[in-house]
């Protein structure tokens, strides 16, 4: 009989492929869903606050000022040429139509960028509590981490035992409604938050 030549085993994958790729693909994951909230954001924009942030757009550029200043500096202009060729002015001074061109502009340039300074403040308080979220998540996820190392450092044989108060303390997660009812009751009415005497006295109380 013939033998066969043998086969080399399949070499294993290299163990240090996996971490990276699947760091990558967490990184990929959130860039994803990061661009997928701005889309989200980007389709529930009207075609009138499409409009109003372009000419909100226009507003903020440098060349506004200008554009204003060149506009009054022409309506006078055409007035002061009127007036020496002796022609009826349409705006004679002190121009009242200008001033109340400029005052309706100002109040129309005045709503279209509170229009849009509104929809970011909204998309700023979905990020702010997107933040909180991951920031709740991440404080979770340290204090399990301390409590397993605590564990860990328990069970070894060659490592020393003690008791370490502070361990303790960071291996209990953080309430936040805990957090904000401590703050709403060290600050005052007034918005003045209340000696640091007194603050003791009520943690001192609560415990």
């Not at 981490?145 to 960071?170: C, F, G, Q, S």
């Not at 709403?184 to 006295?201: F, L, T, V």
Request: charged fraction near 25%; charge should be negative; aromatic fraction near 6%.
């Amino acid at each position: 009989m013939s033998s066969k030549p043998a086969v080399p085993p399949a070499s294993p994958p290299d163990a240090l492929e996996t971490p990276f790729e699947s760091e990558g693909d967490q990184t990929n994951q959130n860039i994803e869903a990061v661009q997928e909230f701005h889309t989200r954001e980007e389709l529930k924009i009207s075609r009138s606050q499409r409009i109003l942030e372009r000419i909100s757009g226009f507003i903020g550029q440098p060349v506004f000022p200008g554009v204003i200043l060149l506009f009054v500096a022409l309506w006078m202009l055409a007035n002061a040429v009127l007036r020496q060729f002796g022609m009826p002015q349409f705006d004679p001074p002190p121009f009242f139509w200008l001033q109340g061109i400029v005052g309706l502009g100002a109040l129309l340039t005045a709503t279209v960028v509170l229009t849009k300074q509104n929809r970011l403040a909204k998309l700023a308080e979905q990020r702010a509590q997107l933040d909180l979220k991951v920031t709740l998540l991440t404080e979770q996820k340290a204090a399990k981490l301390i409590d397993l190392i605590e564990e860990l450092r328990r069970d070894l044989p060659n490592v020393k035992d003690r008791h370490d108060a502070e361990a303790v303390a960071l291996q209990r997660s953080m309430n936040p409604d805990q957090v904000l009812a401590a703050l709403d009751e060290r600050s005052e009415p007034n918005g003045q938050s209340k000696p640091a005497a007194e603050a003791k006295e009520d943690a001192g109380g609560n415990e």
